[in-house]
């Protein structure tokens, strides 16, 4: 694989789970249409899963599944821990654009700090 094209996919891939991340928040959690929906009718499987995601989000899971990532990424050699470093990134976003930025900042951070040592 070229240089270029290592640095093209992740960035594509990182670009498009920053897109995701924010439309799930603003079109699933915080739009108004879903909080009224959920509130009358909470045993509708859309109202269930974004219950899961809302306990997802308090119990800090895709911030802690980050950082155990990018740690892991971070201190495992080669390509192993370049692998690793990405899957932290791409938890660390979501989990950066839904409500756990002080915990998740750090796993963004270690991950980055991953992905650029050769």
């Not at 924010?22 to 108004?32: A, I, K, N, V």
């Amino acid at each position: 694989m070229s240089s270029r094209l290592s640095l093209i996919v992740p960035l594509i891939v990182l670009s498009l789970c920053l897109a995701a991340s924010y439309g799930l928040r603003f079109g699933f959690m915080e739009d108004g249409q879903w909080v009224g929906l959920c509130a009358e009718q909470a045993q509708r499987w859309e109202c269930q899963l974004r219950a899961g995601l809302g306990l997802m989000i308090h119990f800090r899971l895709l911030a802690w599944s980050a950082l155990a990532a990018a740690l892991a990424g971070f201190l495992l050699p080669g390509r192993a821990g370049w692998g690793l470093a990405l899957a932290g990134l791409c938890l660390g976003i979501p989990a950066l654009v839904l409500y756990t930025a002080s915990l998740a900042v750090f796993a963004v951070v270690i991950a980055g700090l991953r992905l650029v040592r050769r």
